[in-house]
């Protein structure tokens, strides 16, 4: 039924049979790559592990860029955007315009609660989203440039091809699609040197790809903001504690609360494009946040385009 969907992809992880796929877009990345007009990876913060213990954020661009992309962006400089701009939402919306704030970074999820809850649609953060943030800033440094979004997500397919705001990704690829090409290009992690690291993002940040790491990282932005605010939060994983959390929301148990609904059980790195079990995916998730060079996301680099990218 799709106007009951919102493209979460779990039906693909539940049937049995493997008769349900989304829409592929490996051969119009590749056509992309071959052509002369720079291709750049967005890479969602949930790949770390994904690839097996020899895919070390280290060697992800060096991997990338043997399959042909000109680099990789760390999506999670995105996250940090997005939790800078929640809470500045939050401060200023909270509850004098609005009873709470529901994030807006799963797709699936947002679809989901303004489909159902129509009356607390303009709850949910119009923030843009990491992916969105992401593409916005590689456009600002590369116009000409193309972007394919890698990550956990069969909803950020329909996110990046919706009209109503422009994503300026031009392609989405799965994590599991993405071993494909790996494969087929004889990439081998375990030969490939360490590259330049990924340094760009924050702990935080990054962890938006589990569950409760998106309140958390909105929760540190207000505190800078506010430090003698206390802000209270409920976090939902899985579409029908999803619905849960909305149905309590709307008869007011969560007023003044900052909400996060991620529609994967566990986070984004439990997502349907996923190839590791959740457990390992968290404990490599968790590594590499300790590996940030600092740990929340109001102090980025990037803060101060912000305001340029929303436009």
């Given amino acids: 039924d799709y106007s009951k969907c919102t493209s979460c992809g779990q039906c693909m992880v539940s049937c049995p049979f493997g008769a349900i796929s989304d829409k592929s877009q490996i051969f119009q990345t590749i056509q992309a790559v071959k052509s002369n007009t720079p291709v750049y990876v967005a890479l969602a913060p949930a790949f770390v592990g994904q690839f097996g213990p020899e895919g070390v954020p280290e060697r992800m661009r060096k991997a990338f860029q043997r399959l042909g992309f000109a680099d990789v962006y760390e999506v999670a400089i995105g996250a940090d955007l997005c939790a800078v701009q ?65 990550g956990p997500c069969a909803a950020k397919k329909l996110e990046a091809s919706r009209k109503s705001i422009r994503s300026y990704v031009d392609f989405v690829l799965t994590f599991e699609e993405v071993a494909g090409m790996f494969e087929a290009k004889g990439v081998d992690f375990d030969s490939l040197p360490d590259g330049e690291p990924l340094v760009r993002a924050c702990a935080d940040g990054r962890g938006f790809a589990a569950s409760g790491g998106v309140a ?19 976090s939902a994983d899985g579409l029908a504690n999803c619905k849960k959390m909305m149905q309590l929301a709307k008869m007011g148990k969560y007023d003044g609360y900052l909400l996060e609904g991620m529609a994967c059980p566990g986070g984004c790195i439990a997502g349907a494009g996923t190839i590791q079990p959740l457990k390992t995916s968290a404990s490599a998730l968790q590594k590499m946040q300790k590996e940030a060079v600092f740990q929340e996301c109001s102090d980025t680099e990037f803060g101060d385009k912000l305001s340029s990218l929303e436009e």
């Fill in 86 to 150: 929640e809470a500045e939402d939050f401060v200023k919306e909270v509850p004098e315009k609005l009873p709470f704030m529901a994030t807006s970074c799963c797709p699936a999820w947002s679809v989901m609660a303004k489909k159902m809850f129509p009356k607390q649609a303009d709850c949910i953060s119009m923030a843009l989203t990491p992916m969105v943030l992401t593409a916005r800033l590689i456009k600002q440094e590369e116009p000409e440039c193309k972007i394919v979004f890698v």
């Fill in 216 to 234: 958390a990282a909105v929760v540190n932005a207000i505190h800078r903001l506010d430090p003698e605010r206390t802000v209270k939060t409920a």
